[in-house]
């Protein structure tokens, strides 16, 4: 049977993938509460089309903190993806420059920052941050993105502590043997390997990250680099704002896919008060829950600039490696173009907040 959604390929996945890295993959924290409603909030969102408008020609593409880009769909950060194809990160980091998309490498990456950027040396690459006890560790990893062409910086800000992943710990969740935390020296993805029981992830997190880092770090980061730094995790005008004021090129509105904090909203339904505080002063980009190019289309009119995608991209590769993400990608593209096309927009900025409206304005009657 032919694969024509994001949903079929995350069926095929689920069938391919060993069931303790399929746990991983898809699970949330605690009741995973937020992991579904960052799926049913964008149902609950209805599309006001437009008609009569000249389709024929669309122009999808944007620019990014200096990248330009074919449209506005990227690949967030997700670790280890050799767990789901001997490709890894170099196959997903290929098929985003094929799809003319934003690549971020995680830290935790099974393939190293040099493997990646030779692989897919026209790929625009974003580096994600975790800053580690061992300040001397994220400082390597800056200077070594930066040698190796990456364009900016997104530290993760949801994560002082690892999220309670209750399936990761039943399953007592550990680094397989035969993979390394490809940007790090041996012993750190021992750490990870240990044989402490529960998730490995959690304690490797806690050891290793520094849960005590607050604003000030971020001074210490822009001292570091001269490249663009974006908070990912941001899910308040309040923070939102902060980000701001510390000079913060760019926020991802996220909650890590539901991993973190169970019961924060959606990002879509967060993203609004986040775009009316800030969304004039710094780029606005969101990730999680996003199946569709009509969820595309939704987070833009929100005020978006761009989104990523996360769990996606894995089913994608599960699937089959690079070929898979490229196939993924093309689909969503597809689907985008549509939507596009059927809203009546021929270019992004044709998009209006006035399109989308959430499903209860159609019933506020006196
Ligand atoms: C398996 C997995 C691993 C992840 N690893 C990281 C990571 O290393 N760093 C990070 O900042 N976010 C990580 N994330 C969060 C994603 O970047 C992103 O916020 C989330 O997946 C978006 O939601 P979606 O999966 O619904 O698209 C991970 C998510 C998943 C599912």
Same mark, same amino acid.
């Given at each position: 049977m032919s694969l024509v959604s994001v949903a079929d390929f995350e069926q095929k996945a689920k069938e391919l993938l060993d069931p303790n890295v399929l746990d991983y993959y898809k699970s949330g924290a605690g009741e995973q509460i937020t992991c579904g409603l960052n799926h049913e909030a964008y149902k609950r969102l209805r599309l006001r089309p437009r008609c009569l408008r000249d389709v024929s020609h669309l122009d999808i593409s944007c620019e990014i903190l200096g990248a330009q880009l074919a449209w506005p769909l990227g690949i967030a950060p997700t670790a280890m993806q050799k767990l789901a194809h001997p490709d890894g990160e170099i196959g997903t980091a290929r098929a985003a420059g094929q799809a003319g998309s934003i690549f971020i490498l995680s830290t935790l990456s099974t393939c190293s920052i040099e493997e990646v950027a030779e692989a897919a040396p026209e790929t625009c690459k974003w580096f994600q941050l975790y800053i580690y006890k061992e300040r001397s560790l994220t400082q390597q990893l800056i200077r070594r993105a930066e040698l190796a062409g990456f364009k900016a910086f997104v530290l993760t800000v949801d994560m002082p502590t690892s999220g309670d992943r209750r399936a990761d710990a039943r399953n007592d969740f550990k680094f397989p043997s035969h993979l390394s935390l490809a940007n790090f020296q041996d012993d750190l993805t021992q750490r990870f390997a240990s044989k402490c029981a529960g998730s490995g992830l959690t304690a490797y997190v806690t050891s290793q990250? +520094?849960?005590?880092?607050?604003?000030? +770090? %971020?001074?210490?980061?822009q001292q570091l680099t001269q490249l663009p730094i974006v908070l990912k995790g941001i899910l308040t005008a309040e923070d939102a704002q902060l980000a701001r004021d510390a000079g913060c090129a760019g926020i991802i509105v996220s909650n890590h896919g539901g991993r973190q904090l169970d019961t924060v909203p959606a990002t879509i339904d967060a993203l609004p008060e986040i775009v009316a505080a800030v969304g004039k002063d710094l780029v606005?980009?969101? +990730?999680?829950? %996003?199946?569709?190019g009509i969820d595309i289309f939704k987070a833009l009119a929100l005020g978006a600039q761009t989104v990523f995608i996360g769990r996606p991209a894995l089913w994608g590769l599960a699937t089959d490696g690079q070929r898979g993400v490229e196939q993924l990608l093309k689909i969503l593209r597809h689907d985008f173009d549509t939507t596009m096309k059927l809203t009546g927009c021929a270019s992004l900025s044709h998009i209006q907040p006035s399109m989308v409206v959430h499903e209860s304005s159609y019933w506020q009657h006196e």
């Open positions: 990250y +520094d849960s005590s880092i607050t604003w000030q +770090d %971020i001074k210490w980061l606005v980009m969101l +990730d999680g829950g %996003i199946m569709q």
